[in-house]
């Protein structure tokens, strides 16, 4: 794991997400929508969400730079309900810049299957030692209770009062030495779902 992050320049700013977690959270959400709103749901605005993200995580408008690291199993070559999507040709190396400043994307494959787990909270530990990162959203499958109680024991480790750390779950989970947001709203509204459609239902 560490040769793919070790040589890599940090920001100040960084989203670690297990992608094949969001991607699953954007079909779910994607199918239960289409049944209740009685519409195509499009796929996810990649962009979008990771803005979304970072306005949860305390970002506002201004000239920053943000990492997103997606951590994907490396059979998987894309994100099946985002788009872009295809990791090697869309996304890995690639940047885009709005009104938050420039976002760099770099895509991690996993060899290991089994070692999943190790590979994000190895990924988080390295991010945490960096002094120049100040502000770190995670996006950890948290429906998972040892990966989630992983994350957390890492987190409440963390003797820097100048960073800034948000994990996001589909619902609130057990706290620690972190702030928490709902991942659900991110993805709904990179999905296009508008708080007004539901409460019409």
Known sequence: MNN????IKWSENVILADADYIDKVAFNLSVNFERMLERQIPKADL??????????GGMRHGEHETLVALIHKKTKTQLNNFAPSNYEEELNGKAFKDQLGEFVINAYPI?????AEEYFCDALA???EQKDVKRVMVIPNAEDDYIYNKVRTIL???DDDDKRITVFAMQP???GNFRQEILGYSIMAAL???GEEINNQ
């Open 156 to 158: 409440n480790r963390v």
């Open 126 to 128: 390295l991010i945490l």
């Open 47 to 56: 962009a979008r969400w990771i803005d979304c993200v970072a306005l949860d």
């Open 192 to 194: 296009g779902i508008r």
């Open 173 to 175: 989970m057990p706290g």
């Open 111 to 115: 060899e290991d299957i089994a070692g």
């Open 4 to 7: 793919q992050l070790q040589d």
